[in-house]
Structures are given as C-alpha cells and as structure tokens.
C-alpha cells in the first residue's frame, strides 16, 4: 500500500480506488450485493446467504460484486441483502433464506424481475 | 416506514465494507482529518466542535465542546484521546453497530481530537464481548496505519497520533469514565471523585478528552459539512440526532437514528411498528438501568436530553425497551435493580447497602410480603442514594424503581394491599382458576400439571388445589376450550 503524505494523495488515491468501492459510479454497469453482516445479521444466517450468492453468481456468470457490510438498522428483518445497481434505487431484501438469495441471482439479477414478496420498504434520508 | 429517520453517525453502517479502508476513502473518509491538519488550528477545531453544539452522547450530555477545549487548554506534555465503547445497558447495541459498520470513523474522530486537544496517543475501551467490533477496529487501525492515516507524521504532517485497544473485562461500572480509566491503569474498575475531570486530571494523571463511541461518529461529519448544518438538525438545545437501539415488544426492533425532538410515539409506532400481537403500549423504558419507565400520556415528549430527564428518565446511551401491557411495572424495576445491586463495585456505601435494600424491598412487594411503608420507604431511599453515591451508576440506579412508583403506583398498591399482580407477571401473586361454564373435562390440564394438584373426574369439571399449585401456568397452556384463566 502507498503512503499518503499530503491530502493532495489522498484525494487522488479516493478517484483511484473509487471505482472497484461501494460507491456506484453513474453508467457503471456494475451490480452490488451488500449483505448486512454485524453480530446481528451473522446470527441470522447472513453468512450462508452470502455464501449462496457468491456461488449462484459464479454458476449464472453474473458480473455482480458481493459487499459484506455493517448492521443495516433493520434487525427484526435480518439477513438483509441490498441490490444496488448504477442509476437504479436499490432494492431491500429482508428475512433472506438461502432460498430466497438464490432466487435473487436467478430473477433479479438474471431476469430483471424485483422478488415483490420480499422486498422491505424502506426510506431513509441520507447525510 | 422509516421516512423520519436522519441519518449521520450510522451514515455508513450497511453501505460500506467495514474492513476496507478504501469504502470509507471513497465515502470522503478522513478528508475532515486531513481539513483539521492542513487548515485549521487546534483551536478553531475546538471551536467548531463547539458551536456544534454537539453533546455526550454516551448518557449524560455533556457538551463535547467544552471537554475538548478543557483539555486543550491543560498544559501538559502528554495528552490522552480515550473512547469508551463499553457499552453495558441491557437492550443496548448502538456502540457496537457503529464499531461493527463503520470503525474508521470512530478512529478519524479521535485523531481529530488528538489534534485539537494536542495528544498523541488514544486507547479505545472496549468489551471483549464485542469481538467481531474488536476484530473489525484492529483490522481498520492496521489500515489506517499502512497508508499513514494514523500513527508518526500523518499525511506527511507534523501530527502524529497512534491508536491501540483496551479489551474490558464485562464490568458495567467500567462504562462510568474514571473506573473506566482506572482500569485501564491496570488498577480495579473503580471510580473516584470528580474534580478533577479527566480533561484536567486523567488516565494517569494526564489531560484526558474522554467521549463515547456515537459522540465520534458524529465528529468527522461535523467537521466536514460545518457546525451549521449540524444544528439544522434537532434542536436548539439539542443539535443532531440520536440513535436509539429499539427493543421489546414492538414490532419492528432494530436500529434508529432520528433527529433529536422527534416524539417517541414517532419511534414507537411509526418506525417501530408499534406493539406486537395488538398488545397495548403501556411504557417504554429508556437510558438503560439508570434510566426510567415513560408511561403512555407522555409519549408526545419530544426526545432531548432535558425532556427525558424531567420526566424521571435519562436518556442514557439510547437503549430503548418499550412494554405492554404483560409486563408488570415493579417487576421491571426489580430486574433492573437486580441488574446494578448486581454490578455496584462496592466503593460506597450508598449504592453498594442502598441498592440492596432497595431489592429486597422489590422483592418482598413482588412476592405478596410487602406492606404500606415499603412504598413511602422506596422513595426516600431511592433518592437518599441518587443524593449520595458517588458515581453516576449509584446516582441513577434508583431511576427504575422511582420512575415506576411515580407512574405507574396503582401497580405497586395492587400488589402491597390485595396482594396481586395486574399484569399477571409476579409468579408468587398469580393464581390460576377453571370457569365451570368452559370446562369440557377432557382432562388435558389434570394430565399435564406437573405437581398433579388438578383433579376431576373425565366429562366433569376440574378443580385446581391452590395450596399445591406451583404457578406455573401449563395448564392454561394446554386447555383448547380457554377455560382456565388467571385470577
């Protein structure tokens, strides 16, 4: 890893590795699976749900990129998956199965079709 | 559902991977830190922070502000940044969210702070109960450190600032701040007088800026948008939001961070979704053991640190427990009083002899003994240890069994003078009956009492000898025709 040595490298090493973070760039084309994975979604099952994506999205060949994250807040409706996709709203699954995430590669990711059943509502006004 | 939350110190939790250091880059991550180095002076980072308005959010609400300017303005040649990410309410986990989604923005925050007070070294305590948190601040330290985000000389500066871990043994008065530092001397997790604060007398001896764990989380934010937007949030006397960790019988448990002023009903029954099973509300518990039960008519009360101390809660590090109407008032306290007689370290006598009585005298009326001056007595001993004990754990342990006998004392009656729990939760006051007009006599109840003390014959109605019923309630759990009730 490079050492920053002035804010001038930190701002360039950010448009750097922006590209392969979190953040989505507009017209990416890239697709995130952020799986919520605090204490509290790991105890859910969120492990195996992740573990089941990692392999449906290698089997389907979808070029989707998994984001283990930190507790989305939503505890009651763990394991949480959050589709992100570049220019689109993201999609909140919760009581995710290991069923239920296979069907999210095989009908969101593949097919294009939302999961209605599982979808959580959520609204949250940001920073 | 959550239209009214705001988000700030959860701004990152469920949208980065913790343990990349480039999500939180890229997120504008340690650009308040670099601002504070490279633009601004100690003082004027104080000063920010100060008009902020930004208060502890660890419990009692101090003004972060002026700790940090207390602390810069001790001189000394070394100076102390410690976290307390002890967090030990029952019900309480916005701490370790916070160091579980989002590490990096605790430790951007301490060494903003190391700056402005002028140390160079931070101790983040924290529970080794927490060890995925653990794990996850040790991995974002070593990050940090490679690209020299921390440690000697950061970003090529003049400011050095090395961060290390104190795992705590799982003691809650450790959560109090001098036992806290105590502890980490190496000494017994045991407080001591204050004066001297620790911004002025700290870990050993030295200038301490002492905040916990959501108090950073909201420093690099304010740094970076300005003191002004972080007042449009909440309210005059209480800028920001809160994050409150939803428990209990409500629906939808979880998570909150909303603007400070928002009424509780607001948490309870819109971003809660109210109580389960259409079960009534009956009083929502906030600020953990040291805080208090809010009854149903105050549930507009805006959430500040004032309003919910009037009302002789606290609002504590934001554990939130919301109950209905199966949940008995004195019961309650009993649990919490359990919980602090339970965890007193012992140093004074007010909260280590206070509380124990205060626990018999809740266990006595629980269990059917209690008498008409335990009442009168409960008060007055209550708030003898809130005047005298000497930390803040003695001084709000009596909160639980004080704010129930404000609110909720026809509870309390019932038990001492008929001898009953209206909740029906005090084992030793429960009794349970047949209805004769119900009872079909299938003998399902007589077959699975497990002390036999129903008897009847096959087609007849049954009886229960009350003298050997153990209370247990498996026979109301078994009836199919709902002819077996409390009372």
Avoid at chain 2, 42 to 71: H, Y
Avoid at chain 2, 141 to 168: E, H, V
Avoid at chain 2, 239 to 266: D, S, Y
Avoid at chain 2, 435 to 460: D, F, M, Y
């Amino acid at each position: 890893m490079p050492k920053l040595l002035s804010w001038e490298d930190l701002k360039s090493y950010r448009s750097e590795i922006k590209g392969e973070s979190s953040l989505l760039e507009p017209d990416s084309g890239r697709v995130l699976l952020a799986v919520g994975e605090a204490t509290c979604g790991i105890a859910a099952g969120a492990k195996e749900v992740e573990a089941v994506l990692a392999k449906e999205i290698a089997k389907r060949g979808v070029n989707a990129q998994i984001i283990p994250t930190g507790c989305f807040g939503y505890c009651y409706a763990e394991p949480m998956v959050e589709v992100r996709k570049a220019g689109e709203p993201s999609v909140y699954y919760g009581y995710v199965t290991p069923e239920v995430a296979k069907s999210i590669v095989k009908r969101h990711l593949v097919e294009g079709r939302i999961l209605e059943d599982n979808v959580l509502h959520l609204e949250v006004e940001a920073e | 559902m959550s239209a009214t939350q705001t988000r700030i110190a959860l701004r990152n939790c469920g949208v980065i991977d913790p343990e990349s250091i480039n999500d939180y880059i890229a997120t504008d991550g340690y650009d308040a830190l670099a601002k504070c180095v490279f633009e601004l002076k100690p003082e004027e980072v104080v000063d920010v922070i100060k008009k902020s308005g930004l208060r502890g959010r660890g419990g009692a609400g101090f003004p972060t502000g002026i700790k940090w300017e207390t602390a810069m303005k001790t001189p000394s040649d070394v100076k102390y940044v410690l976290c307390n990410a002890d967090e030990g309410d029952p019900g309480a986990f916005m701490d370790r969210s916070v160091l579980e989604g989002d590490p990096h923005c605790v430790l951007e925050a301490m060494a903003i702070c190391g700056y402005a007070i002028g140390a160079s070294q931070g101790i983040i305590y924290v529970r080794a109960e927490y060890p995925l948190a653990v794990k996850r601040l040790q991995i974002a330290i070593d990050q940090a450190k490679d690209l020299a985000l921390l440690g000697d000389n950061i970003m090529g500066s003049d400011f050095s600032f090395n961060l290390r871990l104190y795992l705590g043994a799982g003691a809650f008065v450790c959560g109090e701040e001098t036992s806290l530092m105590n502890s980490v001397q190496g000494g017994r997790g045991e407080p001591r007088i204050k004066p001297p604060f620790p911004a002025v007398a700290g870990l050993w001896g030295k200038p301490t800026n002492i905040n916990n764990v959501e108090t950073y989380a909201n420093v690099a934010a304010i740094i970076r948008n300005g003191w002004e937007w972080f007042r449009s949030f909440g309210t005059e006397k209480s800028p920001g939001t809160k994050v409150f960790a939803l428990a209990g019988k409500v629906n939808n448990v979880g998570l909150v961070e909303v603007p400070m002023g928002t009424p509780l009903r607001t948490i309870i029954e819109d971003i809660g979704g109210g109580i389960r099973n259409n079960r009534r509300f009956k009083a929502v518990q906030t600020g953990g053991p040291s805080g208090g039960c809010i009854p149903a008519e105050h549930l507009d009360t805006p959430i500040d640190y004032e309003s919910l101390t009037s009302l002789g809660s606290m609002m504590g590090s934001g554990g939130m427990i919301v109950m209905d109407e199966d949940d008995c008032m004195v019961n309650i306290a009993k649990f919490y009083l359990t919980f602090t007689a339970e965890e007193s370290c012992g140093k004074c006598s007010p909260c280590r002899i206070g509380n124990q009585r205060l626990l018999e005298i809740l266990t006595r009326i629980t269990s059917g003994e209690g008498e008409d001056k335990d009442l009168s007595e409960l008060d007055e001993l209550g708030n003898i240890i809130k005047d005298t004990a000497l930390c803040g754990l003695g001084q709000s342990s009596p909160n639980p069994a004080i704010s129930t006998l404000r609110f909720f004392k026809s509870e309390y009656i019932a038990h001492v003078r008929d001898k009953k729990c209206p909740a029906g939760a005090c084992i030793k006051l429960v009794g349970f009956k047949v209805l004769p007009e119900k009872c079909t006599g299938c003998t399902v109840c007589a077959r699975n009492c497990p002390v036999k003390c129903i008897s009847g014959k096959p087609k007849q109605v049954h009886s229960i000898d009350q003298a050997k019923c153990i209370k247990c309630g498996a026979c109301m759990e078994k009836c199919r025709f709902k002819a077996i009730v409390r009372g």
